[in-house]
């Protein structure tokens, strides 16, 4: 050790017995010839802002803070250190912007001290305060009454986002992306003139869904089936489970000609919409069943040149989907698009069954020349890889 690192190290222990006695102004005087010898040593820039702060001294402490995090500007303890001093001299709004980016690097509340706690918590209030205000601000000045639905609906994600109150979800296909589609959580129905449709026919189509489960299991199956030595991960509890269970009128692009007949009106009201048809792939369709209890875990589909269509037949109260920062409830007879390659997931917290149509529809932005590419270089890929893939929605 050199002569100047003893010499800091003395410094510093000088400093420390002084905060001990409660001498902050000892302290500080200690801290600053310490940092006179090594003025970008972090720990010894925190002890000097802690010190001045116990003496009152809050622009001393901040600039003292500031210093350290021009060293090392994901330091949590400086950047929390930062709000407090930013809280305590009024000037909120930057104390929520430091609040912030602390928050964003805090570790769990059960690895910090208690007084960390108690200023995380605060941290978050104040955070929480200031981002509602600013979407406030945001609502006012965009007039959204004025505006279309589809484009009011967009507009509010964009307030919150912009306000930190909704993270931003981007499409994470398991498999196939196209690149130029947008990451659209829920499309707007304009874009799928089937649905008016569909919906048309839903009181007939839920019969038949009914008709089928009071039948018993025949043509049920689990929705989750993964071959034995498949890493389970999220789908451990749901994996080879009837708490959510499928009845398929087309499964991998196939129709199945037994479920089909039992289900007619169905099957008629399909030819509504505009299905992929991918070799072993599309289109898909059947009755999805979720058990009371039954939670779907977040996940992400296999490809976005494709989106996924839900017919709400049973909704209960206390079921819904999330995609992305989106959550929506079924309502029986309502249906809607939206982009599973995009973070979803989705629950029943209900006493009683969910029951769902659900089918796969082209993507509306993919023009009939891609389309044909995409079929074509899709089963390229499947035999080359010697693949019989199966197709998963949710």
């Known amino acids: 050790m050199s002569a100047e690192d003893t010499a800091v190290a003395a410094l510093k222990d000088e400093a420390d017995r002084a905060l001990r006695r409660a001498d902050p102004a ?17 720990e010894l820039l925190m002890g000097l802002a802690a010190s001045r702060r116990a003496l009152g001294e809050a622009e001393a402490a901040l600039v003292a803070t500031e210093q350290a995090l021009v060293v090392q500007p994901r330091l949590f303890n400086a950047l ?47 955070c929480d305060r200031h981002q509602s205000e600013l979407a ?18 967009r507009i509010d994600a964009f307030i919150e986002t912009t306000a930190g109150r909704r993270r931003f979800y981007a499409q994470q296909p398991s498999q196939f992306y196209f690149p130029g589609l947008p990451a659209i959580e ?34 049920l199956t689990p929705y989750v089936q993964l071959d034995p030595g498949t890493p389970l991960d999220q789908w451990a509890e749901l994996n080879q489970s009837m708490s959510w269970s499928a009845f398929h009128l087309f499964q991998d692009g196939e129709p199945l000609a037994a479920n089909q007949a039992r289900c007619p009106a169905t099957v008629a009201a399909l030819e509504a919409l505009d299905q992929p048809s991918v070799r072993c792939r599309s289109p898909t369709a059947l009755f999805s069943i979720l058990r009371p209890g039954a939670r779907i875990p977040p996940h992400n589909g296999l490809n976005n040149t494709r989106l996924i269509l839900h017919l709400a037949l049973i909704a209960p109260e206390g079921c819904a989907l999330r995609v992305g920062g989106e959550m929506r409830p079924w309502r029986a007879g ?9 973070e979803h997931e989705a629950w029943n917290r209900s006493p009683s069954p969910r029951a769902v149509l659900i089918c796969d529809v082209w993507n509306p932005r993919l023009a009939a020349d891609e389309r044909e590419l995409i079929v074509r270089l899709t089963d390229v890929a499947d035999r080359f890889n010697e693949t019989a893939p199966g197709t998963t929605v949710a």
Do not use: H, N
Request: aromatic share 8%; with cysteine; hydrophobic share 50%.
């Open 186 to 219: 829920f499309y707007d129905r304009d874009e799928f003139p089937g649905l008016a449709a569909l919906e048309a026919c839903w009181e007939a189509i839920r019969d038949e869904a009914m008709a089928v489960w009071s039948e018993g299991t025949e043509g």
């Open 136 to 153: 406030e601000r945001l609502r006012a000045a965009a007039e959204l009454s004025m505006l279309s639905p589809a484009l009011s609906r």
């Open 80 to 126: 929390l250190l930062k709000g407090v001093i930013l809280d305590g001299l009024g000037r909120l709004t930057a104390a929520a912007m430091a609040y912030g980016d602390a928050l964003r690097l805090a570790p769990a509340a059960s690895a910090v001290p208690e007084p960390t706690q108690r200023a995380l918590v605060r941290a978050r209030e104040l």
């Open 26 to 42: 000892a302290a500080a005087d200690a801290f600053e010839r310490a940092l006179a010898l090594a003025p970008r040593r972090v």
């Open 334 to 342: 309502e249906a809607f698009v939206f982009d599973d390659t995009i």
